[in-house]
């Protein structure tokens, strides 16, 4: 029996899809492509935007038009939230929500149909303790490796679904959290990344000391290995935390850091607990301890209510920040959210605009932070061979570098590179190892 697999949306559907891979083999499924023809298909959702939303049922009716007579699965959190668009649109013979989907081949043995389809979907706020899911191979990544440490959102922005389809904050155990670090890091890859939805409460809902605790108790246990932290909310990098971060050559200098505005009153209007004054001071302390972090953004344009004096004021925030990427959404309103029923939303053109100058600044920005690295010396993790001698990575504050080598390395392996140029397509130089 043939499966086909497509997932859409974060880093922590990326890890949750690979236990998926790996449970499916181990019951005798083989993999195919996602355009060939399979008994099965699933698609690991997403519901951040209406984009993502269209994209999953794009991606199921291309499935059923590959195999009318295949198992068409929705799985996650667009089948938590929409689940009964799925089902009076006759898209899938399984809808799986985000809490059910870890007991997916109990719910394949069940009957399903494009008419009477199999609904697994419960109160994502009800779902209980954080469960650990035995992952040892990353799908589709042989370098780095991803680890869910924590799951859920309580802070309810007024224009995010995931309170409600990812449910409350949850963290993994810390003994959990150590073995599965050990298991991956065992598993070859040169780099992990700790994940989650909102990764800075971690342990929150634990009684624990926050993350810092636990970048302390992974320092006495680590293999050799990088670690990297996804995105960590402004208010949430504290001088605890901060300790933890410099006091350790083994986390990666690269912090992500969403801002959504830099206008006061839209991020009141977002659900977003600071201020612009408060954010750039958490920046330009990052940028002081860490002068070769990448430090990223994340910007929301077109917010309801936003208007050219609003917006003009996140561009220049923007460009007076050390920040070295920027990832832009054009607002996206999503029924159900607080904002979804605002007014004054910018549409068309002006939605357009406004991305584009946004992200035109993001590129200027990161062209500029990687040309500082011009005769500088990178720790690369090796993701790619390119030609024979030729090879492609991520850089420690995670600049893509490509560079010669000669004799070949090894996948997932840490490689120094001596940088010789810098161009469109990111990084030139030698490795020195």
């Given at each position: 029996?043939?499966?086909?697999?497509?997932?859409?949306?974060?880093?922590?559907?990326?890890?949750?899809?690979?236990?998926?891979?790996?449970?499916?083999?181990?019951?005798?499924?083989?993999?195919?492509?996602?355009?060939?023809?399979?008994?099965?298909?699933?698609?690991?959702?997403?519901?951040?935007?209406?984009?993502?939303?269209?994209?999953?049922?794009?991606?199921?009716?291309?499935?059923?038009?590959?195999?009318?007579?295949?198992?068409?699965?929705?799985?996650?959190?667009?089948?938590?939230?929409?689940?009964?668009?799925?089902?009076?649109?006759?898209?899938?013979?399984?809808?799986?929500?985000?809490?059910?989907?870890?007991?997916?081949?109990?719910?394949?043995?069940?009957?399903?149909?494009?008419?009477?389809?199999?609904?697994?979907?419960?109160?994502?706020?009800?779902?209980?303790?954080?469960?650990?899911?035995?992952?040892?191979?990353?799908?589709?990544?042989?370098?780095?490796?991803?680890?869910?440490?924590?799951?859920?959102?309580?802070?309810?922005?007024?224009?995010?679904?995931?309170?409600?389809?990812?449910?409350?904050?949850?963290?993994?155990?810390?003994?959990?959290?150590?073995?599965?670090?050990?298991?991956?890091?065992?598993?070859?890859?040169?780099?992990?990344?700790?994940?989650?939805?909102?990764?800075?409460?971690?342990?929150?809902?634990?009684?624990?000391?926050?993350?810092?605790?636990?970048?302390?108790?992974?320092?006495?246990?680590?293999?050799?290995?990088?670690?990297?932290?996804?995105?960590?909310?402004?208010?949430?990098?504290?001088e605890d935390l901060l300790r933890a971060l410099t006091a350790y050559s083994w986390i990666c200098p690269h912090f992500h850091v969403p801002l959504q505005s830099g206008d006061r009153e839209i991020l009141g209007a977002m659900g977003r607990p600071y201020d612009p004054e408060q954010y750039a001071d958490t920046v330009q302390t990052l940028r002081k301890?860490?002068?070769?972090?990448?430090?990223?953004?994340?910007?929301?344009?077109?917010?309801?209510?936003?208007?050219?004096?609003?917006?003009?004021?996140?561009?220049?925030?923007?460009?007076?920040?050390?920040?070295?990427?920027?990832?832009?959404?054009?607002?996206?309103?999503?029924?159900?959210?607080?904002?979804?029923?605002?007014?004054?939303?910018?549409?068309?053109?002006?939605?357009?605009?406004?991305?584009?100058?946004?992200?035109?600044?993001?590129?200027?920005?990161?062209?500029?932070?990687?040309?500082?690295?011009?005769?500088?010396?990178?720790?690369?993790?090796?993701?790619?061979?390119?030609?024979?001698?030729?090879?492609?990575?991520?850089?420690?504050?995670?600049?893509?570098?490509?560079?010669?080598?000669?004799?070949?390395?090894?996948?997932?392996?840490?490689?120094?590179?001596?940088?010789?140029?810098?161009?469109?397509?990111?990084?030139?130089?030698?490795?020195?190892?």
């Amino acid at each position: 029996m043939r499966f086909a697999l497509e997932t859409l949306g974060c880093k922590v559907n990326q890890y949750e899809s690979s236990a998926f891979f790996e449970s499916l083999t181990r019951a005798g499924w083989q993999p195919v492509p996602f355009s060939n023809t399979a008994d099965l298909y699933i698609v690991h959702s997403c519901a951040v935007t209406n984009k993502a939303s269209y994209q999953t049922r794009q991606l199921v009716r291309r499935a059923f038009r590959t195999n009318p007579e295949a198992k068409l699965v929705v799985v996650g959190c667009d089948a938590q939230i929409h689940w009964h668009r799925y089902v009076q649109e006759r898209l899938a013979t399984h809808i799986v929500g985000t809490q059910e989907k870890f007991q997916l081949l109990r719910w394949l043995q069940m009957p399903g149909s494009l008419d009477a389809p199999c609904v697994a979907v419960h109160d994502a706020r009800s779902y209980g303790p954080l469960q650990p899911l035995a992952v040892t191979t990353m799908l589709g990544d042989r370098s780095r490796a991803f680890l869910k440490i924590q799951d859920g959102c309580d802070a309810f922005c007024t224009y995010c679904l995931v309170p409600f389809s990812r449910g409350r904050s949850r963290s993994l155990e810390p003994a959990e959290v150590l073995r599965q670090l050990e298991r991956l890091i065992g598993a070859g890859y040169g780099e992990v990344v700790l994940t989650g939805i909102h990764l800075g409460q971690w342990g929150m809902d634990l009684g624990l000391g926050g993350l810092s605790e636990l970048l302390n108790a992974v320092d006495k246990v680590r293999h050799p290995a990088r670690i990297r932290l996804t995105s960590l909310e402004s208010k949430e990098i504290t001088e605890d935390l901060l300790r933890a971060l410099t006091a350790y050559s083994w986390i990666c200098p690269h912090f992500h850091v969403p801002l959504q505005s830099g206008d006061r009153e839209i991020l009141g209007a977002m659900g977003r607990p600071y201020d612009p004054e408060q954010y750039a001071d958490t920046v330009q302390t990052l940028r002081k301890l860490f002068p070769r972090a990448a430090l990223g953004a994340d910007v929301i344009v077109g917010f309801p209510g936003e208007t050219d004096a609003h917006f003009s004021r996140t561009v220049r925030l923007l460009e007076s920040l050390p920040v070295t990427y920027l990832h832009v959404f054009p607002y996206s309103p999503r029924p159900g959210t607080q904002a979804a029923g605002m007014k004054g939303r910018a549409v068309g053109h002006v939605l357009k605009a406004r991305a584009r100058v946004v992200r035109d600044l993001g590129r200027r920005k990161k062209r500029i932070f990687q040309d500082r690295f011009v005769g500088a010396v990178l720790e690369v993790l090796v993701e790619a061979a390119l030609q024979s001698d030729l090879w492609k990575g991520t850089s420690e504050n995670y600049l893509t570098v490509n560079f010669s080598a000669k004799p070949p390395v090894p996948l997932g392996s840490l490689v120094r590179v001596r940088v010789h140029r810098s161009t469109d397509a990111g990084l030139f130089g030698i490795a020195l190892d």
